[in-house]
């Protein structure tokens, strides 16, 4: 696709429930970034993919947070038994190489109830 | 480990005004600085990167970027304000050590910019 497309824009959960949250990079892209992002706050590193590296788990809040991606495809933001504190905007991103950009998607707008 | 630094939360210009919000990096190796804004209830847009070469760089809608090595400053500045320049901005730094090819990114906290008419 034209650029990096997350899915689903918003999602309402209620509290202890599991949430997978979708992002489809732009095609070719070998980095694969998720950031969260609380009301009026900074980009906190979650996660990150590099081609058929090992992740960069080193941001994951707690062992609740998961991510997978095949290949330099989709990948798959879980949460599990989500907390109210989990509310944010989780950001997806993807990058072509070290000195390319990472280009953003939307986002996917988390409200626990 | 890298890091970066916008050390003020807000910035408050008048329209026609020069502008500049502040970073600070902290890599190992060699820094690929780039910037971000973000409008309000949107995606982070790309406005302008660092990799090599010339230290003043210049980016979308305006926007240029002073390198500064010794100082380990990546300053975003426009020579002339406009009220919708008005955003959250975001500096990002890559450190590429030699022979890892990492390609994390870390973002500082962002800076407010809003221009006043």
């Known amino acids: 696709g034209a650029g990096v497309s997350q899915s689903p824009s918003n999602k309402v959960t209620e509290k202890g429930k599991d949430v997978e949250l979708r992002c489809d990079p732009i095609?070719?892209?070998?980095?694969l970034y998720w950031y969260r992002q609380r009301l009026g706050q900074g980009l906190e590193f979650l996660i990150y993919f590099q081609g058929n590296s090992a992740p960069d788990k080193s941001g994951l809040p707690s062992d609740r947070f998961s991510a997978e991606r095949t290949g330099e495809s989709v990948s798959t933001l879980t949460i599990q038994r989500t907390q109210q504190e989990d509310s944010a905007v989780y950001l997806c991103?993807?990058?072509?190489?070290?000195?390319?950009?990472?280009?953003f998607g939307q986002g996917t707008r988390l409200t626990v109830v | 480990a890298q890091s970066v630094a916008q050390p003020e939360d807000q910035v408050n210009v008048a329209e026609g005004n020069p502008l500049t919000v502040k970073c600070t990096y902290s890599?190992?190796?060699?820094?690929?600085l780039f910037w971000y804004v973000q409008y309000p209830n949107r995606g982070l847009q790309f406005l302008l990167k660092?990799?090599?070469?010339?230290?003043l760089v210049k980016g979308s809608y305006g926007f240029e970027a002073e390198f500064n090595k010794s100082q380990t400053s990546f300053h975003l500045k426009k020579p002339s304000a406009l009220v919708s320049d008005s955003a959250l901005y975001f500096c990002?730094?890559?450190?590429?050590?030699?022979?890892?090819?990492?390609?994390?990114?870390?973002f500082g906290k962002g800076t407010k910019l809003s221009v006043i008419p």
């Open positions: 991103a993807s990058s072509l190489g070290p000195t390319a950009p990472a280009f």
């Open positions: 095609s070719g892209h070998t980095a």
């Open positions: 660092y990799i090599t070469g010339d230290n």
């Open positions: 890599v190992s190796g060699n820094p690929y």
């Open positions: 990002a730094v890559r450190d590429i050590l030699s022979g890892a090819g990492s390609y994390q990114l870390t």
